[in-house]
Nanobody, 126 residues
């Protein structure tokens, strides 16, 4: 089973930046698609960004496009989410997710992911 651990969350003012990290266990990290989701209490967990396995294709939710960047370092078994120009609406618990997938496919639905981290809180003040 793949284990995921998020880090890098915190409190930041609107317009500021944060970089989230997700460290993954496993010997074949490059064969897994990775995604970031976020959830506010009482709301549905929503897709934020995803990156495919070896092809490295990325996809973003419209709400974060142009502000967030997902990347991966396969040598470190780590995926990142660089968040710039943060808005109060970005406040949420951010979750890292993983699933075995083809080199080009980016899952965008919660049920499509097999493994999840425990989440890290991001709070953006106005």
């Amino acid at each position: 089973q793949v284990q995921l651990v998020e880090s890098g969350g915190g409190l930041v003012q609107a317009g500021g930046s944060l970089r989230l990290s997700c460290a993954a266990s496993g010997r074949t990290f490059s064969s897994y698609a990775m995604g970031w989701f976020r959830q506010v209490s009482g709301k549905e967990r929503e897709f934020v960004a995803g990156i495919s396995a070896s092809a490295g294709v990325t996809y973003y939710a419209d709400s974060v496009k142009g502000r967030f960047t997902i990347s991966r370092d396969n040598a470190k078994n780590t995926v990142y989410l660089q968040m710039n120009s943060l808005k109060p609406e970005d406040t949420a618990v951010y979750y890292c997710a993983s699933t075995y997938a083809s080199s080009w496919y980016i899952p965008k639905l919660r049920p499509d992911y097999d493994y999840w981290g425990q989440g890290t809180q991001v709070t953006v003040s106005s």
